[in-house]
């Protein structure tokens, strides 16, 4: 599709300046199609007509190109296409003008030893140069005009796609929080995993390259075997214990403190001091600070 449009795109810009270049060569020998054949300098003339011309419309499209780039974010679509409008005209404009004027007076110079001023230029072609300038600007504010509203409307329609799905995995994660923090306290035969250690003892549980610790007052750090921390957080008290991530189960009397990043995530600081990452993925945050104000009502910042 991309180089669809990128041959399309070149095949205008060399009809464009043929054509262009045809016109101004007509308008400068002051003849008409047919007359102009019996130009001996013909193809040199037009030629040299044409680059012109492609010299041109080469500067007003690259130039144009970067006036979003000073163009101010708007919350209006007016604002923003007026100031882009006024900018595409002052910057892609301006430098067009000034390249057609300075290719005519090197072409001049070139071919008679004449400076631009000592011809008819500022009097009969001029007109037409800032005529072409005007017609230029106005079509390539078209085309931005248009390709930046389809571009905006296929990421408004991406955007609602992504938010949609991205609702739906949190309802799902929703409802796996919810049965796991309103699931009865386990039995002690679900727990023999972990060795005999008593549950209020346990500071935080923590995988570290596929093995599995206990971090716990009286023992320290233990190594254990069986359930996975997932499988884990199912049957340890919801009240007491809590997965803040698929490599962390901490207590909640391990929770000295917690702040809130600039991102409203949060990072945890927990006691005895962890090694690993502690701060927790915007939806876990929002789970933790429901599972942290049920038990305590000092909140850190």
């Not at 070139?110 to 631009?116: E, F, P, Q, T, V």
Request: neutral net charge.
């Amino acid at each position: 599709m991309k180089r669809t449009v990128k041959k399309t795109m070149w095949l205008v810009f060399i009809l464009l300046s043929v054509a262009g270049g045809l016109v101004m060569y007509l308008i400068n020998e002051h003849e008409s199609l047919f007359e102009i054949l019996d130009d001996q300098y013909l193809i040199k003339n037009l030629s040299i007509s044409i680059a012109s011309v492609a010299l041109f419309l080469l500067v007003s499209y690259q130039s144009s190109r970067l006036v979003s780039k000073f163009v101010p974010y708007y919350q209006s679509k007016v604002a923003h296409y007026s100031c882009y409008f006024v900018l595409q005209f002052l910057i892609s404009g301006g430098l067009s003008l000034f390249t057609a004027i300075f290719s005519a007076a090197v072409i001049v110079y070139a071919d008679s030893g004449r400076w631009l001023g000592n011809t008819s230029y500022f009097s009969v072609d001029i007109y037409f140069v800032l005529l072409s300038t005007v017609f230029v600007q106005i079509v390539l504010f078209l085309i931005y005009f248009f390709v930046s509203s389809v571009q905006g409307r296929h990421r408004s329609e991406k955007l609602t796609v992504l938010l949609e799905s991205e609702y739906i995995k949190l309802l799902q994660e929703v409802a796996v929080r919810k049965l796991e923090m309103d699931s009865p306290a386990p039995e002690k035969q679900y727990l023999q995993e972990l060795d005999g250690i008593d549950l209020t003892d346990i500071n935080y549980i923590y995988s570290e390259q596929k093995i599995r610790y206990i971090q716990s007052e009286v023992r320290g750090k233990t190594m254990f075997e069986g359930l996975t921390l997932s499988e884990l957080s199912k049957v340890l008290p919801s009240d007491q214990f809590f997965l803040a991530s698929r490599h962390l189960i901490i207590n909640r009397r391990s929770v000295k403190s917690y702040k809130i990043l600039s991102n409203y995530n949060i990072e945890l600081e927990l006691d005895p001091p962890f090694h690993l990452k502690t701060t927790l993925s915007e939806t876990v945050t929002r789970f933790f600070k429901t599972w942290y104000m049920r038990g305590t009502d000092d909140l850190a910042d």
